[in-house]
Structure formats: C-alpha cells, structure tokens
C-alpha cells in the first residue's frame, strides 16, 4: 500500500487496522484515548497511523465546519494570574482574527485535571491546541497530534512529545539577574523558588546557581528556598531568611507571585533590601520599593504561540520547531 | 392547538409559523438572526415562539450533546484586566464543576463586536451565555432567548432586553466612598470617571454626585472629569486638576484602571492626596500611598452568574432577576 502525498487517497480506520495488524476496534480505542489498550498495541496503531497520513474522517470533519469558523483549545494554569490572562488575551487576539472561537480552562497547575481537560476539548473536535503544560509527561496528547489535531505549547515545553512550543529565554533571564546583583557588589543573595516541578523554576534556578558559581560566590543552600506556590508560604520563607543569623543583602524571587510576597514582607519591615523579581507586572513602577524585573512580553506569547497554531491548522507540516523568546531587565521602580 | 405544558408536545418550525401567519423561511431566519427579515415579522414569529414553547429541533439538541458535554460563551471587555479575568475564573471554575466548557471573548468595549462574537457563539450551539455587555442594545439576543438559549448578564444590565443579571451595588459603593471622604473634611473632591456610556461609570458617577448634593457641596464641574478610557489619559487629566488654581484635596477614581493612572502622577509629585478607588486589585496593598478601595468579590460575580446560568439550562424557568452583590470599603494601604 502506498500513497502518493498530493493525490485523492484518504487512508481509513480499516487500513490503519490492516498495517498495524490489529483490529479496527483497537484503532478506534487508540484513537479515542481508551486508557485500557496494551502500549504495545497502541504502539502499532499510532506508527500505523503516522505511516499512512490517517486523518480523522470526512464526517468529523464536517461536523467541526458545521458553524462558520472553527475554535481552538487554550489551557493554561490559572486565568486569575495576570501573566496567564495577559497571555490568553494575546492568544485570543490573534483567534479572532482567524475567525476562530477560543475554549479556555485552567489547570491550576494539576497535571490529571490537564489531561482531562484537553482531552475533553478534543472530544469537542478544536482545530488546535495551545497549552501551559501542568504534568509531568504529554504522552497521552499523541494520539491526538497523530490524527490531525495540532498542538503548541506555551511557556514550558511538553515531556515525552515531539511539538512545536513557545518558550521564553529563562535562563538568560535568570543570568542577568544574577549578574546585575553581582555588579552592585551583592554576594548574599537570597533565591525564592515555586515548585521545582515547573520547568521554568527548574530553568531559572539552575541558570542562577550557575552564575553564582562562576562568580565563585560560595555555594549558601539556607540562600535557597524552592516550594513556594503562595503568597503566604512566601513570606514565611522570606521573613525566616531575614532573621538568620547571615541574612542575604538582596533577593531574586523567580516569578511574580514570589515577588509580591517578598514586597509585603520587605514593606511591611521598611526594608530597602534590593529585590529583582522575574515577570513583569501591572503596577511594578508604582512600588515603593526599588524594583528591578526581568520582564518578557507575555501577549506576544500568546500571539506567537497561536499564529504558529494556525500555520499548522493550515496544514504547515515541517517539523516540530521551539520558538524562545527573549527577556530583558528593567528597572521598574527606584523605590 | 394548545400544549399540555407538560406533555410530550414539541411545537416544530412549521407550527410556529402557521401561528405566526409566515412562511417557514421566515421563522427560520428570525431563528438565525438573518438580520433582513421585516422587523413586524419578526415580532410575529418571536410572539409565536414565546407562545408555543418552541425550542430549537432535537437534531440541534443531538449534536449539542454529540461530545461529553456543553459549552457556555463568556463574553467580557478585556481579558488582560485582572477585574475580569478574576472573574472569567469563578464562571470557569462553576462550568468546570458542570462538566462543561468555556469558550471566552473580549469584547474590548465595542458593541458591534460583541453582537458578532455573541451571534457566533450562538451559531456553535453553546448551551448558554454570559455577557458583559458593550454595545448600547441587546435587542439581538431574543430570538436566542426565545428559542431556548439562557442568557445571564455580568457586572452591566442589557438594554431593551428582559434577562437574568449579576451587577454590584454600585450606588452604595460610590456613596460609601465620598461619605468617607466628607467625614474626613474634604470637601474638593476630583471625580475620575471612564466612558458614561458604560452603565457602572454612570451608576457610580450619579450616586457620588447626589452624595455631595446631600451633604450641600457646592457643584464644581471643574473637578468632575469622564471619558478617561486609558492610563495616559487619565494620568494628563489628574496633572490639570492638580495644576488647577483650586485643586481638590482629594480623588475618587471610578475604576482600577483611573486608580492605577492617579497612583502613578500622584507618586511623580510626591503627593500623599488621599485617593479612593473603585474596583480592588493585587498589589493595593502594597502602595506606598494611602488607598481606600471600593471593594467587591469579582470571582464571586463570575462564579453566581454561572451558577444562575446553569439552573436556567437546567430549565429553571421563573422570571428573569438581578442580583446586587455588596461593595465594602477597605483601607487597603496606609502609604
């Protein structure tokens, strides 16, 4: 069997099932994300299916162009975090002026509930997927990206999964940082980390440890505090870091909700202790505390993650490529 | 022909128009918002709809229902300003909790495209909508109430439109706030205010002024200043009022984004005018200037409106209400 690329052949279900010698009810279970199949099966159906070009049928098809445009998947991790919103309206931007509809949903960073939820949205039949992934492996999303369905990722790259993604430069971010403090004579220097988890913390912290080091400023773990996902947790690390014995003499706070944790501490104890925070924010300038940000464009994400979305929905097929944006650090406010 | 109320009646298009006195293509295209049907027709047929009961056909229904669950459209100004992408999080997390999903909007403070991104949504069989609404007439939406789409307004009523709402108290809010300011002897309050055609700028520009009525403050137009859509307008606007012969000795911006434009002039000179703004936002407490917030549950309005919504898609068919969510007044930063 063999297929010429450009011409009229449409590879089915059943041949898909003849390739991969398997029946057309394990394709079908494949396909439609059944968890129950034996991997090696699954295996056999999804190069089956990569093998011939099997696209979803002319009905679903249909059925997705029922309206007058199509819409397309957003999942990001919380639509309450300015960051993410600001990343969403770039995204929802650009949808609209593709004449498609944006479904949006927040895993609050919880990788079964991304699971669900994107599945979910392919049940729905969306052009496309753009995607803040929350889980520690995307594997499950291969199935989908076999049979047609696009996928970007936003912010931090998939796990286990070859896909386009839309990255930011952290740890050029995170050296600068680190060197800008280094310059102002900064030798202690406190770091405040979210969930190592996340691979953007992994990515920031580990860029900084490496600066510091080739500074050959002495490795200081009681200088280091990952695991912190609040605002409170926050500011009970900062407080603690403060009181030590050897208290650091500026801070790096690695996103914005660790930021303004370490502001209300450092307000509330009229500190001037200099602080650089990853991420931008609404009201940095207007902080009453000298504030230096690492600071990226978030819309621009959302806008380049979703135009490259659409060249792909418009059937661009080279291969998967990695977009990394690039950050730089500003003053924000001199306090 | 009578209905049962109860019984297995379903009225079809063709009963409908029969009632209405109209051909069946009339119905269908008063039922699909064809915008170039006799406007006495339409009334017709919208009165024959509201009389039979009819409801969009069951193949609709079907393919409404073909995935695992229902969407619902969420229509709001900008999803980038944080009061409303807070609450976009309480209507996701209530869809979320109804196992349906969520397909967002922004309708960027322009009525033409908030009628088209609603119809939109509305051709995609979304189960129900929430609207923040832009324009200055939601007539367009009746037919889609008519034939069975539940509608809930968020934060703004419709106009010339009976349906469901979720406002805030905004008389007592901005009441609250210059009584605040009166008690502390200002009499020369600035008002900052955005567009009057946006209902809450009205609602709340209305009750301050009858609050200094009240307490017998001389009207001063000079210190009452609208149509400030943007920061760098509002912060131009501030400067002149500041630089004016008699200028106030205190602020009352109407929103978080007046508040936000009035912070930064009023750190630029150094001055500590007592402000009170409407609308909270992250960081109000960590301003180094003294700010007393008009404040209100954003996600507590998104998560009520959907709720509202989903009893209404459940068939909850009472008559339309509005809900008034409370404002407080919070001292949220001593500067």
Chains 1, 2 share one sequence.
Not at 25 to 53: C, F, I, M, Q, Y
């Amino acid at each position: 069997m063999s297929t010429t690329g450009e011409g009229p052949y449409r590879p089915t279900m059943s041949d898909v099932a003849r390739v991969a010698g398997v029946s057309l009810k394990t394709v079908s279970r494949v396909v439609n994300h059944v968890p129950t199949v034996d991997p090696t099966l699954a295996e056999r159906v999804l190069a089956a299916v990569s093998e011939l070009g099997f696209r979803r049928n002319d009905l679903a098809r249909s059925l997705r162009s029922r309206s007058t445009s199509g819409t397309v998947g957003l999942l990001i991790e919380d639509l309450a975090n300015p960051f993410y919103s600001t990343m969403a309206a770039g995204a929802a931007q650009c949808a609209l002026e593709h004449d498609t509809m944006l479904i949006t949903a927040s895993s609050e960073e919880d990788g079964e509930r991304e699971r669900t939820l994107l599945l979910e949205m392919c049940e729905r039949r969306v052009g496309g997927l753009l995607v803040v992934p929350a889980g520690a492996d995307q594997t499950y999303l291969r199935a989908e990206i076999e049979v047609g369905t696009p996928v970007v990722f936003l912010d931090r790259p998939p796990t286990n999964l070859r896909a386009d993604a839309v990255l930011i430069d952290n740890g050029q971010g995170a050296r600068s940082a680190i060197e800008y403090l280094l310059a102002r004579g900064h030798e202690r220097i406190g770091v405040l980390s979210d969930w190592l988890r996340i691979y953007t913390m992994r990515e920031r912290l580990s860029a900084a440890e490496a600066a510091l080091e080739r500074a050959g400023v002495p490795y200081r773990p009681d200088l280091i505090r990952d695991g912190l996902h609040t605002v409170p947790e926050t500011q009970a690390a900062v407080q603690r870091m403060l009181d030590s014995p050897n208290p650091p003499t500026a801070l790096f706070a690695l996103n914005n909700r660790l930021t303004l944790g370490a502001l209300g501490v450092l307000n509330r104890r009229h500190s001037d202790l200099m602080l650089v925070g990853f991420d931008d924010f609404e009201t940095a300038a207007l902080m009453p505390h000298p504030l230096t940000i690492v600071s990226y464009d978030a819309r621009e994400m959302g806008r380049v993650g979703a135009e490259l979305l659409f060249r792909r929905i418009d059937g661009e097929g080279s291969r998967p490529q990695t977009v990394v944006l690039p950050t730089t650090l500003v003053e924000r406010s001199a306090g």
